[in-house]
C-alpha cells in the first residue's frame, strides 16, 4: 500500500533552516514526480515544489524560489525540501503527494517559524 511519511518539521526562528523529508513506500518511487504542499492556519493548501522523477526538472513556487530546493534520492525512495531564510509566513503543515491512479498524501509535517 502507498505510505508517504513525512518528517523534519520544527520550530525555527526566522532566517533558520530546515530539512524536511518525505519517505515513500507502495509504488515505484523513482517512475513519479513528486511535490510538496502546504497549508496554513485558515487558508488552502498551496503548491510549494515539483519535482520529475529523474530529479532532473523542478518547479518552486514564486513565494518560495531562491530559499528552498526540493531534491530526491532515488536509491532512499525520499524526497526532500531543504528550507532557508524562513519567514514567519512560512508557518504551516508541509505535505508531500504523489499522483498514481489517485492522489496520495502524507499526514504531514508541522513547520512553525516564530521569534
Known amino acids: 500500500q502507498v505510505q508517504l511519511v513525512e518528517s523534519g518539521g520544527g520550530l525555527v526562528q526566522p532566517g533558520g533552516s530546515l530539512r524536511l523529508s518525505c519517505a515513500a513506500s507502495g509504488f515505484a518511487f523513482s517512475s513519479y514526480s513528486m511535490r510538496w504542499y502546504r497549508q496554513a492556519p485558515g487558508k488552502e493548501r498551496e503548491f510549494v515544489a515539483y519535482?520529475?522523477?529523474?530529479?532532473?526538472?523542478?518547479n518552486h513556487a514564486d513565494s518560495v524560489k531562491d530559499r528552498f530546493l526540493i531534491s530526491r534520492d532515488n536509491t532512499k525512495n525520499t524526497m526532500y525540501l531543504q528550507m532557508a531564510s524562513l519567514k514567519p509566513e512560512d508557518t504551516a503543515v508541509y505535505y508531500c503527494?504523489?499522483?498514481?491512479?489517485?492522489?496520495?498524501w502524507g499526514q504531514g509535517t508541522q513547520v512553525a517559524v516564530s521569534s
Open positions: 503527494t504523489v499522483k498514481l491512479r489517485t492522489d496520495y
Open positions: 519535482i520529475s522523477p529523474g530529479g532532473d526538472a523542478t
